[in-house]
């Protein structure tokens, strides 16, 4: 009987070196996540006071703090909200609601795939072609802003035509037997159902747009400004630049000030993460369908 | 419907269609733009000084083969690391998981895809670079080797969630077909689910690697900046410089429109069709699997 079960038995402790591996595996991949976060938590937060926050560097960026690069990021995600949410989420209302099955579909379906995944610093060259010298913006929010536009878009589209395919058929179907017009049905019916799929969607191309450094290297950002910035075709700084440049640029800089504007960017970015968890949450916990 | 409101129809329905197509005209856009700056480099650079070993910009030598190698270096190296890690971690949730270990996990993920490079290159350089240098007994801590890790690190995420979303499209019958068969859950993952899931876990991959390929400020700024070519195992553990950090470090101080500026739009012309290449994979090889999964289930 014993000799019945060995083979068994075999696989059994077969499978609990397996299970225990993945596991093993899965740890190796997760503790090193939260251990960075918590490190520059608590390196950064030393660093944090109200004039670190509200004041201009000062001291070749040695001393005072960082304003005008969390003023730059907030502009520079601003900017890219205003051009590519409208675009974005137009785009994913055509392809969801309105693109037939056919070879143009499946040329924009190709187009965005690629959009998606185009190297940041290619974006940069580009911004650099097109907009800073070929429609003469400069150096500018402007033309940085466009260039992230761009880049987010396909985040956007996706997940906007995610939400909106998510929506039941039965929703348009009864819009549609009570004498709606196909807009009215997506404007009234559909876009309000898909709305917190839609949120999400975009605070996620945001904040990686939030983070992003290489496309606006040689599109808008600078590497010092002594005052904010008064106009969008003023180039200026941010934080994800200005990290790079005080870790790589500047000699003797203090630890301290580095760490903290780690965590500072680290809380705007990971902050809008959390935003778009809790909404896309609370929506599946509410949804009807 | 009076024919005001018709207007308004067919005028909001043109500009979501016009939207609609923004993006086949973004991609044509950054090409013609991209050939624009980058071809004519090939007209004053001949291609045989191109395709050469020495990239000394000063000098006018502008072979682009060492940081092609360097970039090939770091990402093979780096897909390598990130794989097992990801590959793993997908199957972990996906198939092994109680639900509350699932609803931890996956935020997790999600804040490392959220983490912006230049982070994880500022942690490469204040942590990992002076580790390694101690741990492995090198010179320099800015190595291929350190900057692989950290590609690696940042590949994973796309792997995991994409493996995912395939593991988790395997019907549920399959699974069940094959433990009643007699199998253990470990022989049914490997032998039914993974299998099923391979054209996925394929996407995934390929993902991974446009992810690590396309990554320039972390690389940047761990991997020591040195144009030279890799040669052997060795360089592994030596300063290498990849296409896309060259670009990012060298074009805010090139003129406009000089060979030097024209040259580092070719590497973004070859970058492009690194990435086009890889998403064309990775399209068509899901593509296939949904074809196929149509077919069983009519």
Known sequence: MSSLNEPRRKTKIIESLGFTLLRLITL??????????????????????????????????????????????????????????????????????????????????????????????????????????????????????????????????????????????????????????????IWKVILPQGLPGI????????????????????????????????SIMDSTMALPYHIFVISTQVPGMPIKIQYGTVLVLLIFVLGMNLVATIIRSRARAKRQW | MGPKKQIGNVMITSIIKICGYSSILFVGLILVFLLKEGLPALKDVPLTSIFNVRWYPIEGYFGILPLVFGTLLVTISATLIALPFGIGTAIYISEIAPRWIKEILKPIVEILAGIPSVVLGFIGILVIVPFFRKFLDLPTGLTAFTGAVLLGLIAIPTIVSVAEDALNTVPPGYRQAGLALGATRWQTIWGVTVPSAKTGILTAIML???????????????TGNAPVMPS???????????????????????????????????????????????????????????????????
Do not use: C
Not at chain 1, 134 to 155: C, R
Not at chain 1, 205 to 213: F, I, K, P, V
Not at chain 2, 208 to 222: F, Y
């Open chain 1, 199 to 230: 949120i999400t969607g975009v605070i996620l191309g945001l904040e990686r747009a939030a983070g992003e450094t290489a496309p606006i290297l040689f599109t808008g950002a600078t590497f010092f400004l002594p005052e904010l910035p008064k």
């Open chain 2, 208 to 222: 991974g690697i446009g992810r690590a390929l396309g990554e320039t400020m972390a690389v940047m700024m761990v």
């Open chain 1, 28 to 185: 190796i991949t997760v503790i090193p996540i939260l251990g960075l976060v918590a490190y520059i938590i608590l390196k950064g937060a030393p660093a944090f006071s109200w004039q670190f926050l509200t004041a201009a560097p000062t001291d070749g960026m040695r001393e005072g703090g960082i304003l005008p690069a969390i003023i730059g990021t907030l502009y520079l995600t601003l900017g890219t909200a205003l051009f590519s949410v409208p675009l974005g989420v137009a785009a994913g209302i055509y392809i969801a609601e309105y693109a037939q099955d056919n070879r143009w579909t499946r040329l924009i379906r190709i187009a965005i795939i690629n959009l998606a995944g185009i190297p940041s610093v290619v974006y940069g060259l580009f911004g650099l072609g097109l907009f800073v010298l070929f429609l003469k913006f400069g150096t500018s929010i402007l033309s940085a802003s466009l260039t992230l536009s761009i880049m987010t878009l396909p985040v956007i589209i996706s997940t906007t035509e995610e939400a909106l395919r998510s929506v039941p058929n039965s929703f348009r179907v009864v819009s549609t037997s009570l004498g709606a017009t196909r807009w009215q049905t």
């Open chain 2, 232 to 298: 052997g195992l060795n360089a592994l553990f030596e300063p290498v410089r990849t296409m896309t950090a060259t670009i990012a470090s060298e074009m805010g101080e090139v003129a406009t429109g000089s060979q030097h500026y024209q040259v580092l739009f070719l590497i973004g012309i070859f970058l492009f069709l690194f990435s086009l290449v890889i998403n064309i994979i990775a399209s068509a090889v899901s593509t296939k699997q949904r074809k196929r999964a149509e077919r069983i289930l009519s």
